[in-house]
């Protein structure tokens, strides 16, 4: 079955970096759109990044945009998200994303409405902390 696994998470003075991976097993991650998400305490879960399959495109949040980079690496089935310059309010559980075999072509393999619509895999998120 479809499964996601996050790792990198930790606990980085501000200014840090940290790279979080998302590793897939069932299925051939090459051929899936993958989304980043974070949720911190008692905040609603918001979209921070999304990679679709080749053409590569990526899309960020604002907020991120110029410290965070997303990238894939197919030969590994897996997908990363490079965060520098780290901030208190990165502060977060993430978690990758991505969708089902049955869905529209448009969500499978590209980032359209990614922040927005449903995703329908998720990992057990990493928790990333940003405090001095």
């Known amino acids: 079955q479809v499964q996601l696994v996050e790792s990198g998470g930790g606990l980085v003075q501000p200014g840090g970096s940290l790279r979080l991976s998302c590793a897939g097993s069932?299925?051939?991650?090459?051929?899936?759109?993958i989304g980043w998400f974070r949720q911190a305490p008692g905040k609603q879960r918001e979209g921070v990044s999304c990679?679709?399959?080749?053409?590569?495109?990526?899309q960020y949040v604002d907020s991120v945009k110029g410290r965070f980079t997303i990238s894939r690496d197919n030969a590994k089935n897996t997908v990363y998200l490079q965060m520098n310059n780290l901030k208190p309010e990165d502060t977060a559980v993430y978690y990758c994303?991505?969708?089902?075999?049955?869905?529209?072509?448009?969500?499978?393999?590209?980032?359209?409405?990614?922040?927005?619509?449903?995703?329908?895999?998720w990992g057990q998120g990493t928790q990333v902390a940003v405090s001095s």
């Open positions: 994303a991505t969708m089902a075999p049955t869905s529209a072509f448009a969500n499978r393999r590209r980032c359209t409405d990614w922040s927005t619509r449903q995703w329908d895999y």
């Open positions: 069932g299925f051939t991650l090459d051929y899936y759109a």
């Open positions: 990679i679709s399959t080749s053409p590569i495109n990526t």
